[in-house]
């Protein structure tokens, strides 16, 4: 029940989905930009005096910006899918997976799932980053040959 409503779900609003996922990231980069204003304008105010010079005193920074945000959030998204829905991630991606590498989403795909988790943690990340963190992280469990196929497919998704 709970794949086949999720899958009608993802086939009927195919086309609204990537729009609300980005509507909702730039909401959230939206979120995050104001609060940095207004944690400038406290840094600024908790500036402190020392022989004639500022020093301010500036939180730490955030180590994702509005890409990684939104990478992390697709990564983060397309591991859900590799968990909960196996089949439908090989549905969705089609002739570009062969048999032993869907064989193995299938048998693995919970720890498959958990190194994408891992992946989307890093800073920094473009699709090449993503792909190849993926391939080496995914070696010891599916080897060299299927690490790299389904390392590509997932950073195609998401990215």
Known sequence: MK???????????AGLLPAF???????????TFAEAQSKNVEASLNSQVFSGTLIPR?????????????????LKGVSWVIRETPDMFIDLAGNTLDDAARLAIKKRGGVIADKVDEVAELPDLTHHVV?????????????????????????????
């Open 3 to 13: 794949k086949s409503m999720i899958r009608n779900f993802v086939t009927k609003s």
């Open 131 to 159: 792909k190849e963190k993926l391939t080496y992280a995914l070696r010891p469990i599916v080897g060299n040959d299927l690490s790299l196929m389904i390392a590509d497919v997932i950073a195609w998704m998401a990215l």
């Open 21 to 31: 996922v980005l509507a909702s990231f730039v909401a959230l980069g939206s979120a």
């Open 58 to 74: 500036v939180s730490s920074p955030q180590p994702y910006g509005l890409k990684g945000t939104i990478t992390k959030g697709a």
